[in-house]
């Protein structure tokens, strides 16, 4: 069921009376969805619920301006708008709730999400782009307070860039730059900074966007007071009401309960954002939250009986209703009848999606019971086997932890044994979670054929008579070369336009491609963040400049939380490959030389680590990821950009792979690992072993996630029998989590003479000044004497000790 507006100039009063009453079927259903879903929760069929009652009918209005090609980036209140656009059936709500696996039955995430996340699928099965204009589209949600937002923005960008850039193949994502990007959130969210932060950056860039605040004066148990100054956000923010000759927004207030003017406001905040490209406002007020905020509480423990009360009378559905009976388009006992019929297919409805999750795993409780009883019968341990089986078969609804788990403990009791039986068992729960383990863990990463670890490695050439430049050269060069072969491609960030950024690696690219292309930004990491999301999930390719790394914190919680999880989500059917640029390792005090790795690495698992240790080789990473369909981050070496490097002559071509070390010194005595800016101090520290009889091996990561696809380093430390890895983060950080792939993931440990070691950073930041990097950070001498050590214990006598 979906919401049919009637786009004719003039209507019979039998089309209009049709098409609202199709629209309180649609407002019912929802609710009895919801209403019938916490009692899912409540009775343990379902794990948890969170449901959009008391916004249906505003929702409703909302999808009839809502086109092809739009998008919506919302949170998890909008259930009634998915159903109205036709892309969230009773079945599939259901399964959203019982977390079915089956993405042709719960589309939205494959049950990787709880219910009342939304997507639509932007890309088909082999990770190549649907045509997005032709079809009503959602970007996945994601639960964080106002996360939502810094998308919203990007998606919202990318209709101006269409709509103003010449030469993109606009075929599969835009007509004219026509498309908004629709955003919802609860009113008490508007507290958070990432509202503000968007809210100002869609003013200055003006872009199509559209905000619905769906007011019901709380969040969770507190109250609007607590929350808003003046208890009214669309009160504080009129400031930003649009003016003659200033940008802004056009601020619309609505009453949540009114169908009409409900349905006349979208139209007319659509008809604003769709033409002119302004950002437009919508304050959704007088909600209600009938059930409460989730299935965790209930909403009688702080609402006291007057609001109740007129909750229940203010109740959107309940208004919707009482004005179609005085207004002669439907009888009470009408309504009656039309309720009556919708909580029938509601139950059936949920009925079937039960049967639909619940139907495969029942079958393969079954085999487990069959194998099973087989090792029971065959067994000494009988009696012990026998009543695993039994409370397996006890359990009428099964879920496939105490399928697995039952089978798995089968095993503890026939150690010792050897039958055909427990084969058979060994080999079935073996394929068993070769089978289901990916339908919880597939798609952390692109799973197409343009995945970046496919990209082959092309080197930098040169000619005879190659000069030395700046290392910034190299990148300025080659950034050109991308935005004139790539015209869908484009960089922004603080600085990065007029100036060409701080370091001169964008020098000039603005006059040659435009500020639309290569653009200035506030001071707003979050939101340049969601810039890229936003338009890389719509077709672009877009560079986000994050000016330096200490600064991503401010932008980390969206590149965990929404960036790095977007392929995953959606079980691969949602991408979004950008790149962010930033500038990091040492160079002079707390706030300038970045080497948080360690709490990056581990929490943007879903996007690519790339920390290469000069200029060209982050040209060549820029290259690859271009070519390919997956996020990345590239961490420049802050204190490269003067450095000379040789130009190469196939700029724009050259390739640096993904997850691929580089051995730059062959040594024989110990494996010495290392990456970025250090790299260079542990080249240094080799020299100077070297005159002490000590030959070491160095080796550049270059690419921390993904990590030595090849294990080219076991094989480095089968050769020296040595290894230590030398980083400028805190000990526990990426050192850590280095040693960690050699050890365990790469068995380095057979082959080891000497502990493995790990040479990092002082616990505190760097103190500020050439002197507070040399006693905050590892130094060549640090270094040096902490091989020597290594050898010193090998040999005593060879290498006495030093100090």
């Given amino acids: 069921m979906k919401t049919n507006p009637n786009t004719k100039t003039e209507i019979t009063f039998e089309d209009f009376k049709a098409e609202v009453i ?61 159903m109205a656009i036709g892309e969230l059936t009773i079945e599939q709500f259901f399964a959203g709730l019982y977390a079915n696996t089956d993405l042709k039955e719960e589309p939205m995430s494959a049950g990787r999400q709880m219910g009342g996340h939304f997507a639509t699928h932007s890309l088909d099965e082999n990770g190549n782009w649907k045509n997005l204009t032709e079809q009503k589209n959602s970007s996945a949600d994601i639960s964080p307070t106002a996360g939502q937002m810094p998308r919203l923005l990007g998606l919202a960008q990318a209709s101006k860039i269409y709509r103003n850039v010449e030469g993109i193949d606009t075929t599969n994502f835009s007509k004219n730059g026509d498309e908004i990007a629709w955003g919802t959130i609860g009113n008490a969210s508007t507290s958070e900074g990432l509202f503000f932060e968007t809210i100002n950056a ?40 649009r003016e003659d000759d200033t940008n802004g927004y056009e601020i619309f207030r609505v009453n949540g309960w009114n169908y009409a003017e409900l349905i006349d406001t979208y139209q007319r905040a659509a008809k604003v954002a769709r033409k002119e490209h302004v950002p437009v406002m919508i304050h959704v007020q007088e909600l209600t939250q009938p059930q409460g905020h989730s299935t965790s509480g209930s909403h009688e423990r702080y609402k006291n009986e007057e609001r109740l009360a007129w909750e229940a009378e203010y109740d959107c559905n309940a208004q919707m209703r009482q004005w179609m009976i005085d207004n002669n388009i439907a009888t009470d006992e009408e309504l009656i009848t039309l309720e009556k019929d919708i909580k029938k297919a509601v139950r059936d409805g949920k009925k079937a999606a039960w049967a639909s999750f619940i139907n495969p795993i029942k079958a393969e409780k079954q085999e487990a019971l069959s194998l099973i009883e087989n090792v029971a019968n065959t067994s000494s341990n009988s009696v012990f086997i026998t009543k695993l089986k039994n409370d397996l078969e006890a359990i009428d609804e099964p879920l496939r932890k105490d ?79 991308v935005f004139n072969k790539y015209p869908e491609a484009l960089v922004f960030g603080e600085d990065a336009g007029h100036i060409g950024d701080v370091n001169q690696g964008l020098e000039g690219l603005q006059e040659k491609f435009g500020e639309l292309r290569i653009s200035d930004t506030g001071i707003r990491e979050a939101t340049i963040l969601g810039q890229g999301i936003g338009m890389a999930m719509r077709g672009l390719r877009p560079i986000a400049e994050i000016q330096y790394l200490d600064y991503i914190l401010y932008a980390l919680q969206i590149m965990s939380d929404d960036l790095a999880t977007v392929q995953y989500r959606t079980k691969g059917r949602q991408k979004a490959p950008l790149i962010v640029r930033t500038r990091g390792h040492r160079l002079e005090g707390i706030w300038h030389s970045g080497s948080q790795m360690g709490g990056i690495l581990n929490l943007i698992r879903g996007i690519h680590v790339l920390v290469p240790r000069n200029m060209t080789k982050a040209a060549g990473f820029y290259n690859t990821l271009l070519e390919s369909d997956e996020p990345a981050l590239i961490v420049e070496c802050l204190n490269g950009y003067r450095l000379k490097e040789k130009m190469p002559n196939n700029i724009g071509e050259f390739k640096t792979p993904i997850g691929v070390v580089e051995t730059i010194k062959e040594g024989e005595d110990i494996t010495l690992v290392s990456y970025g800016s250090t790299l260079r101090l542990v080249e240094q520290a080799a020299k100077e072993l070297l005159e002490v009889g000590i030959d070491a091996e160095i080796i550049d990561v270059q690419s921390l996630l993904p990590f030595d696809l090849n294990h080219d380093i076991v094989k480095s430390v089968a050769k020296t029998n040595r290894v230590m890895v030398i980083d400028e983060d805190v000990k526990g950080g990426s050192s850590a989590y280095i040693l960690d792939q050699i050890l365990n993931e790469q068995n380095a440990f057979q082959y080891l003479d000497s502990q493995p070691k790990t040479l990092a950073a002082k616990p505190h930041r760097p103190a500020y000044g050439t002197d507070g990097d040399y006693f905050s950070k590892p130094s060549v001498e640090d270094i040096f004497e902490a091989v020597y050590d290594v050898m010193h214990e090998v040999s005593p006598s060879d290498y006495p000790k030093l100090r």
């Fill in 22 to 82: 199709n629209d309180y079927k649609l407002a019912v259903t929802s609710r009895e969805c919801s209403l019938l879903g916490r009692r899912e929760v409540l009775t343990g069929k379902a794990k948890f619920g969170i449901f959009g009652d008391g916004k249906e009918v505003p929702q409703i209005a909302w999808a009839k301006a809502f086109e092809n090609g739009d998008f919506r980036s919302g949170y998890y209140r909008d259930q009634t708008f998915m």
């Fill in 202 to 241: 869609a003013g200055v860039l003006q872009v199509p966007m559209v905000i619905s605040i769906w007011d019901d004066e709380y969040g969770i148990s507190v109250h609007a007071r607590h929350q808003t100054t003046k208890e009214n956000i669309s009160e504080i923010l009129k400031g930003f009401q």
């Fill in 403 to 481: 399928i697995l788990s039952s089978a798995r403990k089968t095993l503890r009791y026939v150690i010792s044994e050897d039958s055909n039986e427990k084969l058979v068992l060994q080999n079935w729960i073996n394929s068993y979670i070769e089978k289901i383990q990916p339908k919880y863990s597939s798609h952390l990463y692109s799973e197409s054929k343009l995945k970046a670890e496919y990209q082959s490695e092309i080197l930098p050439t040169y000619s005879n008579d190659a000069t030395e430049v700046d290392g910034r050269v190299i990148l300025r060069d080659n950034f050109e070369a």
